[in-house]
Nanobody
Framework: QVQLVESGGGLVQAGGSLRLSCLVSGSTFSTYTMGWFRQAPGKGRDFVAAINRSGGSTYYGDSVKGRFTISRDAAKNTVYLQMNSLKPEDTAVYYC?????????????????WGQGTQVTVSA
């Protein structure tokens, strides 16, 4: 079975940076499209970023374009989310997700496996 484990969340001041990591185990990492989503208290789960199987194509939600970068390292079976210029509105639980086959990159229901989430808090 595929398992995802996120790490790297924490507390950071506005304007600072964090890098989230998602370790993938249980199958061939390179066969999965990977995504990051986030959920703030009382809100729905929003699309943040996605990367295709080869790493050659990336996609971002409008609110994070130009600030966040998604990448993957096949040798380490890990996907990353580099978050720069963080804002208080970025505060949320961030979830890593894997998609095994075709689908819409920003649609949560098209992803097959999810991590447990990691908290990111950005102070003003």
């Amino acid at each position: 079975q595929v398992q995802l484990v996120e790490s790297g969340g924490g507390l950071v001041q506005a304007g600072g940076s964090l890098r989230l990591s998602c370790l993938v185990s249980g199958s061939t990492f390179s066969t999965y499209t990977m995504g990051w989503f986030r959920q703030a208290p009382g809100k729905g789960r929003d699309f943040v970023a996605a990367i295709n199987r080869s790493g050659g194509s990336t996609y971002y939600g409008d609110s994070v374009k130009g600030r966040f970068t998604i990448s993957r390292d096949a040798a380490k079976n890990t996907v990353y989310l580099q978050m720069n210029s963080l804002k208080p509105e970025d505060t949320a639980v961030y979830y890593c997700a894997a998609r095994f086959s075709g689908g819409i990159y920003y649609r949560p229901l098209d992803y097959d496996t999810w991590g447990q989430g990691t908290q990111v808090t950005v102070s003003a």
